[in-house]
C-alpha cells in the first residue's frame, strides 16, 4: 500500500496542471455546497431566534390546559424554589414568569380590546426587554416646527421626514431605514432629525402600579406618560376585575398588529387586578441553544421539578406547531435548492475525471503492458483520486469558514419595503450565515461520495483496457 | 468558417461534450422547476389575496381605518361611483357594508366581520363564489334573504363543522374497501355526534391503533363530516349608539380559502337583510372594491381615484395585503441568488473541462498555429466552442424543464404534512408551478454570460501554448 | 213554555258551554304567558337574591337586590362579596348598562359580550336580556303531563319560529298545573339536542304569590357547571317609576 501511495503522490505532481484543475473543481463543489446550506440554515436559525428569543422562549411551563384556552383561570402557582430550582439547570440563561390575558381598555369615549401581558420589570430585560421598546422618537407637528426653526435641513430631507408623519420609533435604526436617505445626507442631519423628533418616556418599576401602552393603542385611547387608562375585564374565577391605571410610558411594538393592542403591568398589579394572588400564567425558560437534544433534556428536568400533574413544560415547537411545519417546509425547497447544486458540481467533478482519464489513456497502456497488473493501477488510481478529493475538500472547508464566519458577525443587511416588512414581522432584516455545525461536515461527507462514484469511472476503464490500443494513442 | 469548425470540434469527442451538455441541461431543468414551485406559490398567494381577499384597489372611509364603526361610510359615494365607472381599466366593482359582529350558536360563539353584498355583483369581483366545499351548501343568492356564508374555519369555530358515523357512512366505507376490522370497531362510535375536528379525531385514536388511524383516519373523517347547513347563526351587532341588536341567518354554504387567517372571521350575507338588522332603509357603505383588467394598472387607477376621492383612503392591493406584495419582492432576490448560484457553479465545471480539454489537444492546437492560423481564430474558435457546448444544454434545459413544469403546472404538486402550516399564512398545500417568459429571458441572458466568461480563460490558455513546444508534447 | 225553557236550556248550555270553552282556551301559550307573567307580569317587584356558581374546584357567591318595572327596565345592585359590591346594572329595553364605582365608570354593553356569563355564570347576558321571549319567539303546544316534586305539571314543547331572533330550536317546559311555576324546562339546539335544563324548586309564598325560590341552570355538556339561584326575599308591586330606572339612579341606588 504504501508503494501505491508513493506512486499516486509522485503522479499528482507530476502533472501539476491537471492536479490542479480537478483538485479546484472539488474545492469549488464543497465550498458553494457550504456556503449555500449555511445561508440557508441562518435564515431559519434567524427567524426562530427572533421568535424564540424574546417571543415564545425555547420552554414554556404552562398549564396542561391553558394551551388551547388561554384563559386566566388555566394560571398556575408561582413557585419561587422551584423557578430557581429551573434556572439552576444546566444550559438555563433565564426563567422569566408571565400573566397574560385579554381585557378592555377604556379612556374618555375610547373603548378597545387589548392583551395584557404581566412581567417582572427585572427578569424581562433578559428576554422581551420591553425597555428596549419604549418610543423615544416621534415625528409629530411639533418635531417638525423645530426641524425647520433650526433651519439648515434641506427641503426634500424634510419632505422625506414629512411622509413618516405621526411614525413612532424605539430606535435610531429604524427611523434611519424608514427615511432611508443616503449615506451622506444621515451623516449631516441625522443627529439634527434625531435631537427634534425626540421623546421623553418612562419606564416600570418593581411593583409598579402603573402599565405601559403600545403606541397604536395610545393614540386611539387619547393618551400619553401621565394619563390614565381604565381596565376592564373577568377576573380569576368570573370576578369582574375593573381597575384605573397611570400610563408610565409607551412602547413601539414592531408588528403593526401587537401595537394595536397591547398593555404591560407588573405581576404584582396584575395579580391583585385579576384576583389571582400568586398566579402567574407562564413560566418562559431561555436555554443556551436550541438544539433539539437541549430542549428535549431540560424540558424532561423541569417537568421532574414540577409539583403535579396539572402543569408541565413544553418546547417552542410544541407551542407554536403551525410555526414548525412552516420551516420545515421552507427547509427542504432549501435542501431541493442544495440538490441542484449538487448535480451541477458532481458534472463538473465528473468532467474532469473523464478528462483526465482520456489524457492519460497512453500512460495507463505503458504501465500495464510492462507488467503492472491492473489491479496494482486500480490501486494507484483510487489513491489519486482520494488525495484529490482530500485536498479539494479541506481547501474548500477552509476557504469557506472566513466567509462564514464574517456573514455571522456581520451579516448583509436587507434595506428597503422588504426590510420594513420583516421587522414588522419581528425579524431583524438580516440576512445571516449558520455558525459551524453538522451542516458543515454533511456537505464534506456528500462531496466525499460523489468523488468516490466518479472515481468508479477510471477503474472501468482500466478495467476494460486493452494495451495495444492504448499505445497506439 | 471558425463557426463551423468550432460546431464540429464540439462533437469530436461525444463523451466530454456530452459531460458538460447534461450537467446544464440538468442545472437548468432544476433551476426551472424550483423557481417554477416559488413562483407558483408566489402567483398562487397574490392571485387569491387578490380574488378573494382585497381585489385590486379598495375605498374606504378613512377614519374607518382607524376605528371600524358603523357609521364611518365612505363619504359622498355618488361622485366616486361616477369617477368609478369611468375608469378605462375597470372590470368589476361591488359595494359593501362591514360591520364587527359576534356570531353565536347553541354551543359556541366567536367574532366576526360581517359583510353586507350584493352576491351577484361579487361574483363579478371576488372568486369566493368558486372555494365552496365539497357538500358544502351554496354561494348566497339574491332570492334566499336570510341566508349567510360562513367559511370552513368559522363553522368550525362556532361547533357547525360535525362528525358523525352512520349506518350508510359504514356502508360507503365498505364499498371503498375499508377493512371488516376497522368497520366494526367504527360500530361503537355509531350515531353520536361529535362537534369538533379535535373531539372527532380523539374518539378515533382511542378506537383505532396507529396503523389503522394512518390509512382509514382521513377517509373515515372525511365521511363523517356533517357540515350544519341550514343551522341558525345569531348574529349581534351594534347600533350607532351601541346598542346591541340581533338577527337570525341560516348556513346556506361554507367556503374555504388558502387563508384560514381571512376565512376565520368573514361571513356574507345579503346587504338589505344586514340592512334590516340595523334598523334603516339606508344602505351603509363602508367598503367599495374594485377589480381591474391588469394588475400593473393598480396604481395608475389609485392615483386618479384618489383625486376625487376627498375624505376617503384608496388602497391598492400592495397596500392591503403587504405580505403578498413582500413575497414577491423576496421571491426575486431569492431568484438571483439562486441563479447566480447556479450559474457560478456551472462556469467552474465548464471552464474545467475546458481547460482539460485544451490540455488534451495541445498538439492538435500547435499544429494548427503552426500552419498559420492566427491567435485571434483559435481564441474565436475555443470561445465558441464553449458557447456552442454550453448552448445546446441551456437549449435542452429549457425546453425540457418548460416542459416538465406546464405538466406539473397542470396537475400540482401536493406537499401533505405541513398543509396546515402553509394555510395558515395563506400558501396553498398544493402548488402549480409556472415560469414566465420573463424568467426564460433572464436564463437565457445568465447563459450566455456565463458561457462567455468561462470560456475566457480557457481560451487565453489555448493562446499562451508556444507553438513549437506544443508540437513536442505527446 | 217550551220556548223558554228551550232558552234556559240554551243559555245554562251555554253557560255550561263557555265553561268547557273557557277550559279549552287555557292553551299552550297561556300556559307560558302565565307561567312567564309570575316574575314579569306584574307591575313592579323587588327581591334579594344570592347566586351561585359551581365549577369543578371552586364555587362562587354573589348577593345582590333586583328592582323590575314591567319587561322593559329592571335594575340590579351587587351587595357581595366586598370586592364586587356597589357595581349596578341597568337595563332598559334592549339596553344594558353596568356601572362601577371603583373606577367611577358607566359603561354599555357591547355585543362582543352577550355571549358572555353575567358576572362569570351559566346565565348569558343575552338571557337577561330577552327574558319575556318564550311568549312570542315561540309556537307552544302541550304534549303530555308529568309529575315533579310531587306536583302534576303540563309538558309544553316550545318551537322556535322561523323569524325569531334566537339560537335555540326548541324547549321543554314543565308548568306545575295549579300555580304555573316552571318546574323544569330543557333548552335544545336546532338539531334536537339537549344544551340546557333549568329547573325550579323549593316552592314558596312570597308577598302573597307562590313562586320556585331556587332555580339551577346546569349545561348539559358539562354537567360538573352549574349555576344557582336562590330568591331570598320578593315584594310585587313596589313603588318605583321609570325615573328610577335611570343612569342617575344607577350611581345612587343603595
Not at chain 3, 168 to 183: A, E, N, T
Request: proline share 3%; aromatic share 10%.
Amino acid at each position: 500500500m504504501k508503494e501505491e501511495f508513493k506512486i499516486a503522490w509522485r503522479n499528482l505532481w507530476r502533472n501539476r496542471r491537471r492536479t490542479i484543475i480537478t483538485s479546484a473543481s472539488i474545492f469549488f463543489a464543497v465550498f458553494f455546497a457550504v456556503i449555500m446550506r449555511s445561508y440557508q440554515l441562518g435564515s431559519y436559525d434567524h427567524m426562530i431566534n427572533n421568535l424564540i428569543e424574546s417571543f415564545t422562549g425555547y420552554i414554556q411551563v404552562q398549564h396542561v390546559k391553558y394551551q388551547d384556552n388561554p384563559l386566566i383561570d388555566n394560571s398556575f402557582d408561582y413557585n419561587d424554589p422551584i423557578a430557581s430550582a429551573i434556572s439552576g439547570i444546566d444550559k438555563v440563561v433565564s426563567v422569566t414568569p408571565h400573566l397574560e390575558s385579554f381585557i378592555l381598555a377604556s379612556s374618555g369615549t375610547q373603548t378597545k380590546g387589548a392583551a395584557v401581558i404581566a412581567i417582572d420589570p427585572v427578569k424581562e430585560k433578559n428576554f422581551s426587554d420591553p425597555e428596549s421598546k419604549l418610543v423615544k422618537y416621534r415625528i409629530t407637528d411639533e418635531a417638525i416646527m423645530r426641524m425647520k426653526d433650526a433651519g439648515a435641513i434641506s427641503d426634500d430631507v424634510l419632505e422625506k421626514v414629512k411622509r413618516n408623519f405621526s411614525r413612532s420609533y424605539s430606535s435610531s435604526a429604524r427611523l434611519k431605514l424608514e427615511l432611508g436617505l443616503t449615506d451622506e445626507d444621515n451623516e449631516r442631519w441625522m443627529p439634527e432629525i434625531l435631537k427634534c423628533a425626540e421623546v421623553s418616556n418612562g419606564y416600570l418599576e418593581n411593583d409598579d402600579e402603573g402599565i405601559l401602552v403600545s403606541d397604536k393603542l395610545a393614540s386611539y385611547l387619547k393618551v400619553a406618560v401621565g394619563d390614565s387608562v381604565i381596565l376592564m375585564g373577568q377576573g380569576y374565577h368570573g370576578v369582574s376585575a375593573t381597575g384605573i391605571f397611570p400610563v408610565r410610558g409607551i412602547i413601539k411594538m414592531p408588528s403593526p398588529e401587537i401595537d394595536n393592542k397591547l398593555i404591560i403591568m407588573t405581576i404584582p398589579a396584575a395579580q391583585n387586578f385579576f384576583d389571582a394572588e400568586g398566579k402567574i400564567t407562564s413560566l418562559v425558560v431561555n436555554l443556551t441553544n436550541k438544539s433539539n437534544r437541549l430542549l428535549k433534556t431540560v424540558k424532561a428536568r423541569i417537568n421532574i421539578l414540577l409539583p403535579d400533574k396539572n402543569i408541565s413544560a413544553k418546547t417552542w415547537y410544541e407551542l407554536n406547531p403551525i410555526l414548525y411545519q412552516q420551516i420545515q417546509g421552507d427547509s427542504q425547497t432549501g435542501v431541493a435548492m442544495l440538490g441542484v447544486l449538487y448535480f451541477i458540481i458532481f458534472f463538473g467533478i465528473f468532467g474532469t475525471v473523464l478528462m483526465m482519464v482520456s489524457e492519460r489513456k497512453r500512460e495507463f497502456g505503458v504501465l500495464v503492458a510492462i507488467g503492472m497488473q491492473k489491479r496494482k493501477l486500480k490501486r494507484i488510481v483510487t489513491v489519486e483520486m482520494m488525495l484529490l478529493g482530500a485536498i479539494g475538500l479541506v481547501c474548500g472547508l477552509l476557504a469557506s469558514i472566513p466567509l462564514i464566519l464574517y456573514f455571522y458577525y456581520y451579516p448583509i443587511v436587507l434595506k428597503g419595503d422588504l426590510a420594513i416588512t420583516m421587522e414588522d414581522w419581528g425579524w431583524d432584516a438580516v440576512m445571516p450565515t449558520a455558525w459551524l455545525g453538522p451542516y458543515f461536515y454533511w456537505q464534506a461527507v456528500i462531496v466525499a461520495l460523489m468523488v468516490v462514484l466518479a472515481t468508479l469511472y477510471p477503474l472501468r476503464k482500466i478495467g476494460k483496457l486493452k494495451e495495444i490500443e492504448a499505445l497506439k494513442g | 468558417m471558425i463557426w463551423s469548425i468550432a460546431w464540429k470540434n464540439v462533437w469530436r469527442n461525444k463523451k466530454r461534450s456530452l459531460v458538460v451538455i447534461v450537467a446544464v441541461t440538468l442545472g437548468i431543468i432544476s433551476g426551472v422547476l424550483l423557481v417554477g414551485i416559488m413562483e407558483g406559490w408566489t402567483k398562487q398567494r397574490l392571485h387569491d389575496a387578490v380574488y378573494n381577499e382585497v381585489s385590486h384597489i379598495q375605498i374606504h372611509n378613512k377614519e374607518y381605518i382607524k376605528n371600524e364603526e358603523i357609521d364611518l361610510t365612505v363619504r359622498d359615494i355618488d361622485e366616486i361611483t361616477q369617477g368609478i365607472d369611468s375608469i378605462k381599466e375597470l372590470s368589476g366593482w361591488v359595494k359593501r357594508t362591514k360591520i364587527i359582529a359576534m356570531a353565536t350558536t347553541p354551543w359556541a360563539n366567536t367574532g366576526v366581520i360581517i359583510y353586507g353584498v350584493d352576491a351577484e355583483n361579487e361574483r363579478l369581483v371576488t372568486g369566493i363564489h368558486k372555494e365552496i366545499v365539497p357538500d358544502g351548501g351554496e354561494y348566497l343568492d339574491n332570492q334566499s334573504p336570510g341566508d349567510i356564508l360562513i367559511s370552513d374555519k368559522t363553522a368550525e369555530l362556532l361547533k357547525l363543522k360535525q362528525y358523525i358515523v352512520t349506518d350508510s357512512i359504514i356502508e360507503g366505507l365498505r364499498k371503498d374497501k375499508v377493512p371488516e376490522v376497522v368497520l366494526i370497531k367504527l360500530e361503537t362510535l355509531k350515531d353520536k355526534r361529535f362537534r369538533s375536528p379535535k373531539d372527532f379525531k380523539e374518539a378515533l385514536k382511542k378506537e383505532f391503533n396507529k396503523k389503522e388511524l394512518e390509512r382509514n383516519g382521513l377517509l373515515i373523517t372525511d365521511k363523517a363530516l356533517d357540515y350544519r347547513i341550514r343551522n341558525k347563526i345569531q348574529i349581534t351587532i351594534s347600533d350607532k349608539e351601541g346598542t346591541p341588536i340581533q338577527g337570525i341567518f341560516r348556513v346556506c354554504g361554507i367556503y374555504k380559502t388558502t387563508n384560514t387567517g381571512f376565512d376565520q372571521t368573514s361571513v356574507f350575507v345579503n346587504t338589505p337583510e344586514l340592512a334590516n338588522l340595523y334598523g334603516g332603509n339606508d344602505i351603509l357603505t363602508h367598503e367599495i372594491a374594485i377589480l381591474l383588467n391588469a394588475i400593473d394598472d393598480a396604481d395608475i387607477v389609485k392615483e386618479q381615484l384618489s383625486r376625487i376621492s376627498g375624505d376617503n383612503s384608496v388602497r391598492t392591493w400592495k397596500e392591503l395585503a403587504p405580505d403578498a406584495a413582500m413575497m414577491n419582492d423576496f421571491m426575486i432576490m431569492y431568484y438571483f441568488i439562486f441563479i447566480g448560484i447556479i450559474m457560478l457553479a456551472l462556469a467552474f465545471g465548464i471552464i474545467n473541462t475546458m481547460l482539460m480539454a485544451i490540455l488534451e489537444r495541445t498538439k492538435e492546437l500547435g499544429m494548427l498555429m503552426a500552419i498559420g492560423m492566427n491567435r485571434r481564430r483559435i481564441f474565436t474558435m475555443i470561445m465558441l466552442e464553449t458557447i456552442f457546448l454550453t448552448f445546446v444544454g441551456a437549449l435542452a434545459g429549457m425546453l425540457s424543464g418548460w416542459a416538465i413544469t406546464e405538466t406539473l403546472g397542470k396537475t400540482g404538486i401536493h406537499f401533505t404534512g405541513w398543509g396546515e402550516g402553509f394555510e395558515a399564512i395563506g400558501f396553498a398545500a398544493r402548488v402549480y408551478p409556472v415560469v414566465t417568459p420573463d424568467f426564460f429571458v433572464f436564463i437565457t441572458i445568465m447563459v450566455i454570460v456565463t458561457a462567455i466568461i468561462s470560456s475566457i480563460w480557457p481560451a487565453r490558455k489555448a493562446l499562451k501554448l508556444i507553438p513549437v513546444e506544443a508540437l513536442r508534447t505527446e | 213554555m217550551k220556548n223558554r225553557f228551550a232558552t234556559l236550556l240554551f243559555l245554562l248550555m251555554q253557560g255550561l258551554g263557555s265553561n268547557t270553552l273557557f277550559a279549552q282556551a287555557i292553551n299552550a301559550t297561556d300556559i307560558v304567558r302565565k307561567a312567564d307573567e309570575k316574575f314579569n307580569g306584574e307591575k313592579s317587584s323587588y327581591s334579594v337574591m344570592s347566586m351561585t356558581i359551581i365549577r369543578p374546584g371552586w364555587q362562587r357567591t354573589i348577593e345582590f337586590k333586583n328592582w323590575t318595572l314591567g319587561r322593559d327596565f329592571a335594575l340590579t345592585l351587587i351587595t357581595a362579596p366586598p370586592k364586587e359590591a356597589g357595581q349596578t346594572f341597568l337595563k332598559r329595553g334592549s339596553e344594558m348598562w353596568s356601572w362601577n364605582p371603583s373606577i367611577s365608570r358607566l359603561i354599555k354593553l357591547p355585543p362582543s359580550m352577550m355571549s358572555q356569563g353575567w358576572m362569570g355564570s351559566d346565565y348569558t347576558n343575552d338571557d337577561i336580556l330577552r327574558e319575556s321571549s318564550v311568549v312570542i319567539d315561540y309556537i307552544h303546544e302541550i304534549i303530555g303531563e308529568e309529575s315533579i316534586g310531587g306536583r302534576l305539571c303540563y309538558k309544553i314543547r316550545m318551537i322556535a319560529r322561523e323569524d325569531a331572533s334566537i339560537v335555540w330550536g326548541k324547549q321543554i317546559r314543565w308548568i306545575d298545573k295549579k300555580d304555573f311555576l316552571v318546574l323544569k324546562a330543557e333548552l335544545y339546539d336546532e338539531d334536537g339536542y339537549l344544551v340546557r335544563t333549568e329547573t325550579g324548586s323549593n316552592i314558596k309564598i312570597m308577598d302573597g304569590r307562590t313562586i320556585t325560590s331556587k332555580i339551577e341552570l346546569v349545561p348539559e355538556e358539562e354537567p360538573e357547571n352549574k349555576t344557582l339561584i336562590d330568591i331570598r326575599e320578593m315584594k310585587f308591586n313596589i313603588p318605583a317609576g321609570e325615573s328610577f330606572f335611570s343612569q342617575q339612579n344607577m350611581k345612587r341606588v343603595r
